[in-house]
């Protein structure tokens, strides 16, 4: 039997690996976010993204209670639950960064109202981007009064 050519064992593997490296987010998936604020204030709320596809750059996939901002580039994961906040309460910015494919993802957690949360976002994506270890990140996240999140992935 002749061996397959070697562009053919290429282009088999590429599409392979392309297969098995799905986006972390998908249209109509619903992910939990479970935070504690600065000040020890417990909150879960589910976000239920919309079954259309994401649009712009990063890509932004609508939900019920706000939107999931993916940035693939900078492997970030934002999760903004603004509803609360739309009606004057508080609203909540979950902020992971590193790897995304795990089911359960941890971040820092951005609060406030709907004037003060893009300044809070802000801090939030800063520190992920400077803080490389655990204990910078925590540290940093107690000075800049920042909270814990998880997000966790739903069917």
């Known amino acids: ?3 397959p050519h070697p562009l053919c064992l290429l282009a088999l593997l590429t599409l392979t690996c392309g297969v098995a490296h799905a986006e972390p987010v998908q249209p ?3 992910w939990t976010l479970s935070a504690t604020t600065a000040d020890g ?3 879960r709320t589910t976000l239920r993204l919309i079954a259309a596809p994401p649009t712009g750059t990063p890509a932004t996939y609508r939900a019920d209670r706000g939107v999931l901002l993916l940035d693939t580039a900078r492997r970030t994961l934002v999760a903004l639950d603004l509803l609360d906040a ?3 309460g508080l609203g ?3 902020v ?3 790897p995304l494919d795990a089911p359960v993802l941890s971040g820092v957690l951005a609060t406030g109202t709907l004037s003060e949360l893009p300044d809070r976002l802000e801090a939030a994506l800063a520190l992920s981007g400077v803080a490389r270890t655990p204990a910078d990140r925590d540290a940093a996240r107690r000075e800049l009064r920042l909270g814990t999140c998880t997000l966790t992935r739903g069917p």
């Open 28 to 30: 109509g998936q619903a």
């Open 41 to 43: 204030e417990t909150f």
């Open 86 to 88: 739309r009606a004057g």
């Open 1 to 3: 039997m002749p061996s």
């Open 96 to 98: 992971v960064a590193g």
């Open 92 to 94: 909540l910015a979950c």
